[in-house]
Nanobody
Framework: QVQLVESGGGLVQAGGSLRLSCAASGLTFRSYTMGWFRQAPGKEREFVAAIRWDGGRTNSADSVKGRFTISRDNAKNTVYLQMNSLKPEDTAVYYC?????????????????WGQGTQVTVSS
C-alpha cells in the first residue's frame, strides 16, 4: 500500500530553519507531483509548495516565497521542504501529498495520497 511518511518537524525559534522530509513507498514516485500543505490550529489546511513529478517546475504560496524551498530526489523516493527564516505564523502540522501527474499544485482535492503530518512549532 502507499505510504507517505513525514519527518523533520520540531520546535525552533523564530528566524531558525528546519528541513522536512517525506519518504514515499508503494507508488511510482517519479510519476507524482508532490505537495506540502499545512494546517494551523483552528484554521483550514492550506497549500505551501509543490514540485512537478520530474522536478522541472515548482510552485509555492506567497506566504513562504523566498523562505521555503521544495525539492525532490526521485532516486530516494523523497521530497523535501527546506524552511528558513521561520516565523511563529508558520506553526502548523505539515503534510505531504502525492498527485499522479498533477498540474494544479494547490488544489487539495487533486491529491491522491496523504501522509500523517509532522508538527512544526516556531516560538517567538
Amino acid at each position: 500500500q502507499v505510504q507517505l511518511v513525514e519527518s523533520g518537524g520540531g520546535l525552533v525559534q523564530a528566524g531558525g530553519s528546519l528541513r522536512l522530509s517525506c519518504a514515499a513507498s508503494g507508488l511510482t514516485f517519479r510519476s507524482y507531483t508532490m505537495g506540502w500543505f499545512r494546517q494551523a490550529p483552528g484554521k483550514e489546511r492550506e497549500f505551501v509548495a509543490a514540485i512537478r513529478w520530474d522536478g522541472g517546475r515548482t510552485n509555492s504560496a506567497d506566504s513562504v516565497k523566498g523562505r521555503f524551498t521544495i525539492s525532490r530526489d526521485n532516486a530516494k523516493n523523497t521530497v523535501y521542504l527546506q524552511m528558513n527564516s521561520l516565523k511563529p505564523e508558520d506553526t502548523a502540522v505539515y503534510y505531504c501529498a502525492a498527485d499522479l501527474f498533477g498540474s494544479r499544485w494547490s488544489f487539495e482535492t487533486d491529491y491522491d495520497y496523504w501522509g500523517q503530518g509532522t508538527q512544526v512549532t516556531v516560538s517567538s
